[in-house]
């Protein structure tokens, strides 16, 4: 009985360290062009050449009545920061900077998007 308790408490340990492990797993795809989803945690609005684009958490959003879809990144737009999980680049002598495949570089203290 004492080493099924032992076991049983192990497992739950086990399964608790799987659980926590699986949770900082991050998707880096951007996702497709035109997903329509009903809500966007935090999104910072950016106006660019007179249109509201949502920014959040590397993705971009146009509104569409009151849900947003998913577009490519407009060239030349600037945010102030990128999200974690960006990857320096140094492409022909330039330092890029790559998130879910979207190209930036840095411009005074913002963030442009470039293409590549």
Do not use: E
């Not at 958490?57 to 009545?65: E, F, I, L, P, T």
């Amino acid at each position: 009985m004492k080493n099924f308790k032992t076991l049983i408490i192990v497992m739950a340990l086990f399964g608790a360290m799987i659980t926590v492990n699986a949770q900082k797993t991050v998707v880096r795809i951007y996702p497709k062009h035109g997903t329509v989803v009903t809500t966007v945690k935090k999104p910072s609005v950016i106006v660019h050449k007179k249109t509201n684009f949502y920014f959040a958490d590397g993705v971009w959003y146009k509104a569409r009545a009151k849900k947003y879809v998913v577009c490519a990144a407009p060239v030349g737009i600037k945010v102030r920061k990128l999200p974690r999980g960006n990857k320096v680049v140094v492409v022909n002598g330039r330092k890029l900077y790559k998130y879910k495949g979207i190209w930036y570089k840095k411009s005074g203290r913002k963030y442009v998007v470039v293409n590549v």
